[in-house]
Every structure is written in structure tokens, then in C-alpha cells.
């Protein structure tokens, strides 16, 4: 029974995994991986990945849908909670102000926290609305791509 429910944990969160980065958002696993590219200058959308119903059935679609869109980050990311638990805790060292949340996203500047979308504005909306907040950040503190 163990080692079926493992197995099958597994397959979620390598299915999570792939929905994210296929969508054009690069994977940090190590709190080396944070540092390098939080600190790097622009604009950066960390999404804060997870494998509760809301993360796949509102936050990934709403992220991977929001970046088709005038003005976006210059940099896509993505740390998973509960999975890559270093790379999650250094990102969240950057959130200043902000209790953990996941799902989550994060928009940075020069490494500095500009605002972020919790889990209590992306569980029980539609993915519609978490893209639309997602975009309206995008339109406030990104440059046209």
C-alpha cells in the first residue's frame, strides 16, 4: 500500500512539475539556484508550486495562460513547496512582509519583493481571476516584451 501511494505521489508530482516548466518557467531546486536568479536585475515571476487541488487546477493554468500577454516578466520561475524544500525556504527569505503561502506567486524587482498573490486569493477563484491579477501586476511593473 506504501509503496503504491509513493508511486503514485510521485507521478503527481512529476505531472505538476512538467505542467509548469513546459509552460515556460525554469525550476529552482537549490537555494543556489534562488540567489542566481532572485538576485538578477528585471523583473521576476516566482511561482510557488504545490499539489493541492488549487495549484493544479487554478495556479498552474492561470500562470501558464497569463504570460501570453503585452507586457510580462522578464524572468519565469519556480520553486515547489513541500518538494524542494531549501529552494522554497531561501525563495521565501525574498517575500519580505509575507507569510508562507502555496500555491503562490511572487513578483520581484532587482531582487526586491513588489507584490504577491497568496493562496487565500487563488483558492476558490476561477483561473480566469488569478490570471487577471497575475496580468494586472504584469501591466503596473513589467515592460512590453
Not at 73 to 92: H, S, Y
Not at 124 to 144: H, I, R
Amino acid at each position: 500500500m506504501s509503496m503504491d501511494f509513493n508511486l503514485f505521489m510521485n507521478d503527481i508530482v512529476r505531472q505538476a512539475r512538467q505542467e509548469i516548466t513546459s509552460a515556460g518557467y525554469r525550476e529552482l531546486k537549490t537555494a543556489e539556484d534562488v540567489d542566481e536568479a532572485l538576485t538578477k536585475k528585471g523583473t521576476t515571476l516566482v511561482m510557488v508550486n504545490s499539489v493541492c487541488g488549487c495549484a493544479g487546477g487554478i495556479a498552474r493554468p492561470a500562470a501558464h495562460h497569463a504570460i501570453h500577454y503585452d507586457k510580462r516578466p522578464d524572468q519565469l520561475v519556480t520553486v515547489f513547496a513541500g518538494q524542494d524544500k531549501e529552494a522554497t525556504a531561501r525563495a521565501r527569505e525574498y517575500f519580505e512582509g509575507y507569510p508562507p503561502s502555496s500555491p503562490s506567486f511572487a513578483l520581484l524587482k532587482d531582487g526586491k519583493i513588489l507584490k504577491m498573490v497568496e493562496r487565500h486569493e487563488i483558492e476558490g477563484f476561477e483561473q480566469t481571476e488569478v490570471m487577471n491579477k497575475l496580468q494586472e501586476l504584469f501591466e503596473t511593473y513589467c515592460e512590453e516584451v
